[in-house]
């Protein structure tokens, strides 16, 4: 069901929505015990909601587009009063004071927040296994051996896992809602930069995290992104929302198909989904052609890795334990406490993100590095705006590969683990829209595609993806 049918029905009280409440949290339990998607449930906040809301529908003042329906949420996200720790140790009992804007608005429309996925600590990762000390790695529905990728990891899996109306909040930076979409079968949105506000993100590059959506369908994607989007005067990269593009019938829009993306680095089975779902295109009697955009492939892995860890050791040097989370005993001058607490409660791929992003912008490096990388960023979309006058949208596999089993992951050395991102690091670098939908499947594992549009123009997007997810949907069991 739908989350809007499922509000509806509870604002007229058809539906219990402290049975359904109830129903979820147990599942999430049950599904947390198997595959760790959760790094909090939030029963007993749920459940007292659940009841002020059916009393609301009991007295006829029940409003709101996703009255009663439960939200998921990616750590990395503040919620007021839950642990929030974006899956890192590091802030281990940090309770925030305040909602997040994404999440204000979720509850003003009568929202229930069920509890915090698993993440890669801070976001650094594409398969959910660079975890924060001491949390576990969510395992992916369709096959425990496997990953669920990431970083928004847990969001996918419990996304896909569900069996009741529900939308999870993801983010993603270079790919984090894509990619768990694509390895966990589900459809994950990420919208504008600056369309939606980022504030009470624990933040992982700010010039480059987007909040966004993953669920079952383009329809509850696009219930909570609407209502997600806007201005806030909390978040001066906000912008206010320019006209929605009008709804097309399928024949009047056209699909370019990224060259780059078929050839070296994608597997088989992720070229052949690919050209499949183009062909499903066509005989949808939409317009497809190939289009070439080499910089894209060549500059967008090295320029995003450059650009995100840079502000990634920029953003993570308030964690110190002092000011949020973690506190130890003070001993010793500042250099040694901070030292200490950073060398015990932080993974390491966060110090190495660390390490990396310090060096890049230290004097002497920046010009070399940092700048080089912010002028590849420009380039990149020009050349996207370029390729946005050849055609709608644009298409290419999200992942290089099906979600590779944890053992294949680990064998992974740094620089093929980024390289996983190569579709996907794009569109995020230039701050493009685009979602990933599942198109196929190989050994039992999902596959999605990914498709993109230039900047606010969401609406397209999701009529686009509304007329085309002929979905071989997968379900896990
Ligand atoms: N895999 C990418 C990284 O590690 C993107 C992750 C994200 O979007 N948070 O940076």
Do not use: W
């Not at 966060?350 to 960023?377: D, H, N, Q, V, W």
């Amino acid at each position: 069901m739908l989350a809007t049918e499922f509000a509806e029905q509870a604002i007229s009280g058809s539906v219990s929505i402290t049975e359904h409440t109830a129903k979820i949290i147990e599942e999430a339990k049950k599904a947390n015990s198997e595959y760790h998607f959760f790094t909090a449930i939030a029963e007993k906040e749920a459940m007292q909601r659940a009841k002020e809301l059916e009393a609301l529908a009991r007295q006829k003042k029940a409003k709101g587009k996703l009255f009663g329906v439960p939200i998921s949420v990616k750590d990395a996200i503040c919620v007021k009063g839950i642990e929030s720790r974006g899956g890192s140790k590091i802030l281990s009992g940090y309770r925030p004071l305040f909602n997040a804007t994404s999440i204000q608005k979720l509850l003003d429309e009568g929202a229930i927040i069920i509890g915090k996925t698993s993440q890669d600590e801070f976001g650094f990762g594409s398969f959910s296994k660079n975890i924060g000390i001491g949390f576990e790695k969510p395992l992916n529905p369709f096959d425990k051996k496997r990953v669920c990728g990431g970083s928004s990891g847990g969001c996918a899996g419990f996304a896909q896992k569900t069996q009741c109306a529900h939308i999870s909040l993801g983010e993603s930076t270079g790919g984090s809602i894509a990619c768990p979409a694509s390895f966990c079968g589900a459809f994950g949105f990420t919208p504008t930069y600056g369309r939606v506000s980022r504030y009470g993100l624990i933040d992982y590059a700010s010039s480059l995290d987007k909040i966004g959506a993953i669920s079952k369908n383009p329809e509850d994607a696009e219930t909570m992104v609407r209502i997600i989007s806007g201005k806030d005067p909390k978040e001066s990269t906000t912008m206010g929302q320019p006209e929605y593009a009008q709804a097309r019938p399928p024949k009047k829009y056209s699909a370019g198909i990224i060259k780059e993306f078929l050839g070296e680095g994608i597997s088989q089975e992720a070229r052949k989904a690919a050209e499949s779902f183009v062909e499903s295109l066509e005989k949808q009697g939409i317009e497809t052609k190939e289009v070439s955009l080499p910089l894209l492939a060549k500059y967008g892995l090295a320029a995003y890795y450059i650009l995100a860890a840079t502000e990634a050791s920029t953003n993570l040097a308030k964690y110190c334990g002092m000011r949020y989370g973690l506190e130890e005993r003070l001993e010793g001058g500042f250099d040694e406490y901070f030292t200490k607490i950073r060398t015990n409660s932080l993974g390491s791929e966060a110090k190495l993100r660390i390490i990396m992003g310090t060096f890049a912008r230290m004097s002497g490096f920046r010009e070399a590095y940092y700048l080089k990388a912010a002028k590849a960023r420009t380039k990149i979309i020009q050349e996207y705006r370029e390729a946005f006058k050849k055609a709608d949208f644009l298409v290419n596999p999200t992942m290089p590969i099906i979600a590779p089993t944890f053992e294949e992951a680990e064998r992974l050395s740094p620089m093929q683990n980024y390289a996983m991102d190569l579709c996907t690091v794009p569109a995020n670098l230039a701050g493009m829209p685009h979602y990933s939908a599942n198109t196929g499947t190989h050994k039992g594992m999902p596959i999605g595609i990914m498709v993109t549009a230039n900047h606010f123009e969401e609406a397209k997007l999701f009529d686009f993806a509304k007329k085309t997810n002929f979905a071989k949907k997968t379900g896990a069991k």
